[in-house]
């Protein structure tokens, strides 16, 4: 079964910093782009990240509102995608999700599995 | 202020059939990176549920449909169920942001 777990969210104050995790199952997960979504509070979502797969140089694209604080990277070897949020401000509270991209796809396409989504609460 | 406009309701009865719009520009939903729809039952992960403009994923009922003209898109539920209430995304990839957009979403609400 194709599956995405994340983990790694909490409370957090402003200006502290968090990584969260996403563990891949029942594919290759080399083979595959990932992104993050993530959903505040009773809002829609917002796509904040995209990383490529090795192949494709294994390069991380930023949405405007977290490039500079957020970085996104995979350990193929591990099945794991990784999002680092730095500098965290409590516009930043949401459900966060990861999700997969179609096989050998980019940033330009949908996508077709998602975690359940872990929420990070930034609060003082 | 999402990039991709939606409606923030609509409704229908039982067995009706209802349509969600999604407008966009020229730098989205215009070019030919596609529109695609998810559907998020309350307390739950977004689910896709039409990839490409009109493309199903295996599982998903052919009750719904898709279509794009332009700059705008359209989601298509027929026969109408209970179990369709839920919040509806359109999704697309905007060349001038580097980035995929979401419209911000329609609640479906089955009378």
């Known amino acids: 079964e194709v599956q995405l777990v994340e983990s790694g969210g909490g409370l957090v104050q402003p200006g502290r910093s968090l990584r969260l995790s996403c563990r891949a199952s029942g594919f290759t997960f080399g083979d595959y782009a990932m992104s993050w979504v993530r959903q505040a509070p009773g809002k829609g979502l917002e796509w904040i990240g995209f990383i490529r797969i090795k192949a494709y140089g294994g390069t991380p694209e930023y949405a405007a509102s977290v490039k500079g604080r957020f970085i996104i990277s995979r350990d193929d070897s591990k099945s794991i995608a990784y999002l680092q949020m730095n500098s965290l401000k409590t516009e930043d509270t949401a459900v966060y999700y990861c999700?997969?991209?179609?096989?050998?796809?980019?940033?330009?396409?949908?996508?077709?599995?998602w975690g359940q989504g872990t929420l990070v609460t930034v609060s003082s | 202020q999402s990039v991709l406009t939606q409606p923030p309701s609509v409704s229908g009865a039982p067995g009706q059939r209802v349509t969600i719009s999604c407008t966009g520009s020229?730098?989205?939903?215009?070019?030919?990176?596609?529109i695609h729809w998810y559907q998020q039952l309350p307390g739950t992960a977004p689910k896709l549920l039409i990839y490409?403009?009109?493309n199903r994923p295996s599982g998903v009922p052919d009750r719904f449909s898709g279509s794009q003209s332009g700059t705008s898109a359209s989601l298509a539920i027929t026969g109408l169920q209970a179990e369709d209430e839920a919040h509806y995304y359109c999704q697309s990839y905007d060349s001038s942001l580097s980035g995929s957009v979401f419209g911000g979403g329609t609640k479906l609400t089955v009378l």
């Open positions: 999700s997969r991209h179609p096989l050998y796809g980019d940033v330009s396409n949908w996508f077709d599995t």
């Open positions: 490409g403009n009109n």
């Open positions: 020229n730098s989205n939903i215009g070019t030919n990176y596609g």
